[in-house]
């Protein structure tokens, strides 16, 4: 019930090219839904998130996609450039102090010249 | 914005000893405080949520005597690793939550704990 289920396990692109990310949830009760950024020996740093009443939600080249009824939703990373090479997570939580953050299993995108 | 550190960044213990990581919010008070722990090319695993002042609430699986956790005040919660052994080796990651209405968690850097 609390899990995150995240696809692909890696990804390959060119620059300049579509970088998309799958994360499905099962918990109808989850509603908040964001993105994490991690570099390697760094913690992970916020993307981007969004809510569910919102279908979609676009930061500069970051956008996500977000679809309640399949509780599904994606991030699609623009103009894909090699800084962007990291591991994303996804993940859900609840409103509240005390609610914890579930992560999705992570994605290493590596984007290549 | 929001800022956490750890410290320290990057420890090695001997067998059998303890070692101690800090976890700071440094221009605001965390009203919970959680620790994850990490495998390499693996997600985070939630260790134990903390609020100040009261006992660490730890996950299914979590050995509370091992990974003692004290919040002590609203920027600092620590995490001892007691009687350390080769398989706690791994990164150790704390985050911080700055209201009990907000759903952001400002993650700090991580620590590198090697046991030998």
């Known amino acids: 019930q609390q899990q995150v289920k995240q696809s692909p396990q890696s990804l390959i692109v060119q620059k300049g090219g579509i970088s998309i990310i799958n994360c499905a949830y099962e918990?109808?009760?989850?509603?908040?839904f964001p993105w994490y950024q991690q570099f390697p020996g760094k913690g992970p740093a916020l993307l981007i998130a969004i809510r569910p009443d919102v279908s979609e939600k676009k930061e500069g080249r970051f956008t996500i996609s977000f679809n309640k009824s399949a509780k599904q939703f994606s991030l699609h990373i623009m103009d894909s450039q090699p800084g962007d090479s990291a591991t994303y997570f996804c993940a859900a939580s609840m409103l509240g102090g005390y609610q914890k953050v579930t992560f999705g299993t992570g994605t290493k995108l590596q984007v290549i010249p | 914005g929001a800022v956490v550190s750890q410290h320290p960044s990057r420890v090695i213990c001997k067998s059998g000893t303890s070692v101690k990581i800090e976890c700071r919010s440094l221009?605001?008070?965390?009203?919970?405080m959680f620790w994850y722990r990490q495998f390499p090319k693996k997600s985070l695993m939630l260790m134990a949520t903390s609020n100040e002042g009261s006992k660490a609430t730890y996950e299914q699986g979590v050995e509370k005597d091992k990974f003692l956790i004290n919040h002590a005040s609203l920027t600092l919660s620590t995490l001892t690793v007691t009687s350390a052994h080769p398989e706690d080796s791994s990164f150790y990651i704390c985050?911080?939550?700055?209201?009990?209405?907000?759903?952001?968690?400002?993650f700090g850097p991580g620590t590198r704990l090697t046991v030998t």
């Open positions: 918990n109808t009760a989850f509603d908040y």
């Open positions: 221009d605001f008070q965390a009203t919970t």
């Open positions: 985050s911080a939550r700055d209201r009990a209405d907000s759903y952001e968690q400002y």
